[in-house]
Structure formats: structure tokens, C-alpha cells
């Protein structure tokens, strides 16, 4: 006992170690699960017909588990993509007019992306895009407008997702982009539909908690900075239902991250039942979503998109992700059809009314295209690739105008919003779905 000055220091860390690996203890009966969700989007990561996500492998650089080369080849794939005038490999200049213009939300997803790889970001194309993300989000700050009666261009989610991305580099904001968010949260502007988006307070909550951790804006807005990290707990921890979900099963996923970051841990009730509803859902096949599943690894595994602000790669190892998968819902049931009553509406007008024969088991997606066939009453529709999937963006001719806040809602009959998309969605026999052009 030579030292005793420095047992207590070692106590201390060896407690520190000890509790955060019991704080994020997964069930070995839940690990395989895990696993096989880590795989399928390592599985979607290697498929080159499909375009690369930022979404995905931020999802794949938080996991526990990795696949260096793999991941370092979907990170070149990626740069391809977003800056193809760092393309090294093919060494053809890259032509102007297939590069990527991407928006706030995938600009900023982009760079979480170069922060989770450990990149040097000290390039001129690198700083271009951190440029180019601050104009955009200034762009963003002045469609609000004044007193936030307006909204931003994208939404309040691509908003938040652009400050966070910054501030996980250690870039400054302009203040007033701050202050807008700021003020949105206050106000209670995180709505879609008249219901809160917890996937937005979320996302902004995120965002404020990172501004927390590195103080360099002026006091009274750290102080408001502050005040709204715990809003924005105090709204989530609110939206939790009977099930303990947070908002719906599939915002559940970034509320979780929130929480990991804000500090809940499993020994907190509230956290750990939102995290066994993930992981029943998952072993349920409810998540069949690739975006959705990429908010959720992160979140099984306790951490958030927060995490790679403090990422050091040196020391991650590979650690082969076993070849597993996660249970598919049933399929197409080639032997048995439904009938389903499909409606399309704007306003007090029907556009379109007619019931369609599928086989048990279709999408709503596949229920569209045998509509689409039909040789007496045809419906014309048409869908937008997006991150989240096909998004139906025109139904008979409707389109919403440019920056018309308005889209086509799906609903069951009567009311029920569907909170899944068309490629997603599996009717049931009889059901009764309504499109209908909706605002948010
Ligand atoms: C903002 C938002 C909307 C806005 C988008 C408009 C806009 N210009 O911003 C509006 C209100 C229109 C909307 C609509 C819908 N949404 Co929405 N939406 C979101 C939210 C909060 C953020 C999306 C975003 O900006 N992502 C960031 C950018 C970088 O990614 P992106 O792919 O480029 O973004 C575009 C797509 O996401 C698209 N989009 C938005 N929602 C959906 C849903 C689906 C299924 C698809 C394919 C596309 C899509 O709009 C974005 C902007 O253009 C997410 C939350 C989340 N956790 O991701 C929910 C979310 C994706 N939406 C969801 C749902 C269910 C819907 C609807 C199907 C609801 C309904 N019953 O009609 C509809 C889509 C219907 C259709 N026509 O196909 C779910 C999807 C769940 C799942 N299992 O996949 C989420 C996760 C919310 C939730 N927790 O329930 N949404
Ligand atoms: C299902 O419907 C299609 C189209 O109407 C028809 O061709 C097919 O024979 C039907 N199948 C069954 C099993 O009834
Ligand atoms: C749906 O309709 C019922 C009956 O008209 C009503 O009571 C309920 O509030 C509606 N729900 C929504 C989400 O609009």
C-alpha cells in the first residue's frame, strides 16, 4: 500500500467501466436478434444496385459489431455519391449532371456520416460541404421567417439534423439558426397532422444536447439551450403509451437514442421499457423499413447519433457480424385473394373509388399496381424514391404544388392514419383505404 492516493482514482474508473457495460446489457436471448438486424443492413450495404444511405452507415459505424472493410467500402460509395470530385477510384471525371445537389436532411446525414468514419475534414471539398450545409441552413432560418409563423423549407427533422451535424464537428451555427429551432420547440411547431412528431422532438433534442456539451454560443442562449433539452425530455417521456412506445412504434427508435443520450439508463423504467417494446417489435417483424432500421440499431445498442461526436476509430475492431436474418412477414399467399376498397380524395371530391383483387399477403404498393391495371377503371398514380422508400406523390393527376405543404395521406376507413408507407403496408382482406390530399 505504497500509493494509496491512487487506488481511489482506479476505484473510480474500474466503477465507471463496470456500470457502463451493465448499463447497456442486452439479454443474450436478445443478442442474436440484434445481430440479425446488424447483418441485414450490412447485407443492404453490400447490394450496389441500391443507392447508398448516409442513414445506414451511421447505423453500421454505431453498432458493436463490425465489418471494416465492408463499411469502408460503403463510405467510398457514399463520397462517390455526395462529393464525386474525390472519386479516386475510376479516375473518368465525374459527369456534372449526375452529381448529388442533396438536401439539408441528406447533407447533414452525409456529414454525420464523414464524423463516424474518423475523416480528416480539413479539405476544400470537405469544407465545401460544411458551406455548403450552413447555407443551406440558413436558407431554411430565413423561410421561417419572423415570429416563426412560417416553417422551414424541408421540415423542423432536417432542421435539427443540420445543427447536429455541425455541432458533432465542432462547426459554429449562426446563433439565429439556433434560436429558431429553439423557438419552434418552445412554440409546440413540431406537429405533422395536428399530432407532435416525437421523431422530430427527437431529432432536435438531439441537437440540443450536443450544443449543451459544447458550450461556445453566448450565455443566455446555453441557458435556453438547456431549458429545452429538458422540454424536450419532458415531451417525449409524455408521448409514452400503455405499450411503452414513445409517439408510435417507429418513432420509438430516435426517442430511445434521445434518451441514451440525455442519460436514461436500462435500471430507469421508462427507458427500459421502451427499449424491450424495440426489441419485441423487431422480433415480430414490425420493422421492415431500411431507414427505420437504421435509427433503430443505433438505439438497441444504447447509443444516438450524438455517439460519433466522441467516436475514435483506432479502436474498433473487426469483429465478423454473424450471417443471420430477421423474420419477414408471411409473403404473397399465391393461392388465396382479398378483396380491398381503395378511395382517393381531395377535399370534398372523389377522385377515384374502386375494389381491387389481390393476392392474400400484398402491399399497399401491389395493390396500387393492380389498380393501375384495371382495363375499366384505371388509377393513375405516382411515387417519389426517397430514403424512407416509394412515397406516393401523385394519385389521378393530383400532385400538391411546388412548396404546397400538402401531401397524400394514407388512411384506413374511417380515420386511422396508416404508419407505414405503401411499399410497407400489408391490407387486410375487406379493408377499406382512403388516399387522401392532406396538409401538414
Ligand atoms: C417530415 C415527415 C413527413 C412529412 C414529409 C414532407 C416534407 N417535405 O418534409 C409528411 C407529413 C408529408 C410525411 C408523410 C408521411 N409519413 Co412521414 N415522416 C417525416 C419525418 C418526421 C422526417 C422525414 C425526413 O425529413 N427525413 C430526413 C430526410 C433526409 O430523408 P428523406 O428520405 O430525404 O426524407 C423524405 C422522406 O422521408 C419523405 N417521407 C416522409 N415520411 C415518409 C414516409 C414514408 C413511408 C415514405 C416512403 C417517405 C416519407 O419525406 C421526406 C422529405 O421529402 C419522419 C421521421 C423519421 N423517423 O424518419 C416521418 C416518417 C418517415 N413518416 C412516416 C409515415 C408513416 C408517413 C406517412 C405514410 C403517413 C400517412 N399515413 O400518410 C406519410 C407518407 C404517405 C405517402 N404519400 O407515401 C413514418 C414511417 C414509418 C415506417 N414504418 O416507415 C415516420 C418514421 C414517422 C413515424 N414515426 O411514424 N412525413
Ligand atoms: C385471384 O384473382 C385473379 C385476378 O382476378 C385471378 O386471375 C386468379 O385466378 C385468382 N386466384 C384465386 C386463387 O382465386
Ligand atoms: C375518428 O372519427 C371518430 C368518429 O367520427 C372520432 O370520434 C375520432 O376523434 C376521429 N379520430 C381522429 C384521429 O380523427
Redesign the pocket.
Given at each position: 500500500m505504497g500509493f494509496p492516493w491512487l487506488q481511489l482514482p482506479f476505484l473510480f474508473l474500474f466503477h465507471l467501466l463496470f456500470t457502463s457495460v451493465q448499463l447497456c446489457q442486452i439479454p443474450a436471448e436478445n443478442l442474436q436478434l440484434i445481430q440479425s438486424l446488424n447483418s441485414e443492413l450490412l447485407k443492404i450495404a453490400g447490394d450496389g444496385s441500391q443507392e447508398p444511405d448516409p442513414s445506414l452507415y451511421l447505423a453500421l459505424r454505431l453498432s458493436n459489431q463490425h465489418n471494416l472493410e465492408k463499411e469502408r467500402e460503403y463510405l467510398n460509395r457514399l463520397s462517390d455519391v455526395f462529393q464525386p470530385q474525390s472519386s479516386r477510384s475510376s479516375g473518368i471525371p465525374s459527369d456534372p449532371s449526375h452529381r448529388k445537389k442533396p438536401?439539408t436532411?441528406?447533407l447533414?446525414?452525409y456529414l454525420l456520416a464523414l464524423r463516424a468514419a474518423c475523416q480528416n475534414m480539413d479539405t476544400p471539398e470537405r469544407n465545401r460541404a460544411v458551406t455548403q450545409l450552413k447555407l443551406l441552413l440558413n436558407r431554411e432560418m430565413k423561410h421561417i421567417g419572423h415570429k416563426e409563423k412560417g416553417y422551414p423549407i424541408?421540415?423542423y427533422?432536417?432542421y435539427s439534423?443540420g445543427i447536429l451535424a455541425l455541432c458533432v464537428h465542432n462547426k459554429r451555427t449562426d446563433p439565429e439558426v439556433i434560436r429558431k429551432l429553439l423557438s419552434a420547440e418552445h412554440h409546440d411547431r413540431f406537429n405533422?397532422?395536428q399530432t407532435p412528431?416525437?421523431?422530430?422532438e427527437a431529432m432536435a433534442g438531439l441537437a440540443f444536447i450536443c450544443l449543451e456539451q459544447t458550450p461556445r454560443y453566448p450565455h443566455n442562449l446555453q441557458v435556453s439551450v438547456s431549458r429545452a433539452v429538458k422540454r424536450a425530455k419532458a415531451k417525449i417521456l409524455e408521448a409514452r403509451t400503455r405499450d411503452g412506445v414513445y409517439?408510435?412504434i417507429?418513432?420509438t427508435?430516435?426517442a430511445v437514442q434521445f434518451l441514451s443520450a440525455v442519460g436514461m439508463r436500462q435500471n430507469q423504467q421508462e427507458f427500459s421499457s421502451g427499449m424491450a417494446a424495440l426489441r419485441q417489435s423487431l422480433e415480430q417483424g414490425d420493422f421492415?423499413?431500411n431507414?427505420?432500421r437504421s435509427?433503430l440499431l443505433p438505439a438497441l445498442y444504447c447509443k444516438s447519433y450524438l455517439d460519433v461526436a466522441s467516436m475514435t476509430c483506432q479502436t474498433q475492431t473487426e469483429s465478423s457480424v454473424p450471417d443471420l436474418s430477421l423474420p419477414k412477414p408471411q409473403g404473397i399467399d399465391p393461392t388465396r385473394n382479398i378483396s380491398i376498397r381503395l378511395e382517393a380524395r381531395k377535399a370534398s371530391q372523389l377522385l377515384y373509388q374502386h375494389v381491387v383483387v389481390v393476392p392474400r399477403g400484398s402491399s399497399l404498393l401491389e395493390v396500387l399496381e393492380a389498380a393501375a391495371k384495371d382495363v375499366q377503371q384505371p388509377l393513375r398514380y405516382e411515387t417519389q424514391k426517397?430514403?424512407?422508400?416509394?412515397?406516393?406523390?401523385g394519385v389521378m393527376g393530383e400532385k400538391p404544388q411546388e412548396g404546397e405543404r400538402k401531401?397524400?395521406?394514407?388512411?384506413r376507413h374511417p380515420n386511422s392514419?396508416?404508419?407505414?408507407?405503401?411499399?410497407?403496408y400489408i391490407p387486410q382482406n375487406q379493408e377499406h383505404i382512403i388516399l387522401k390530399m392532406t396538409s401538414?
Open positions: 438536401g436532411g441528406e447533414a446525414l424541408t421540415n427533422f432536417q439534423l405533422h397532422h412528431s416525437v421523431d422530430t409517439g408510435n417507429y418513432s427508435p430516435l421492415q423499413n431507414l427505420i435509427q426517397t430514403l424512407s422508400g416509394p412515397m406516393l406523390t401531401y397524400w395521406r394514407l388512411l392514419s396508416l404508419d407505414q408507407g405503401i411499399a410497407e401538414w
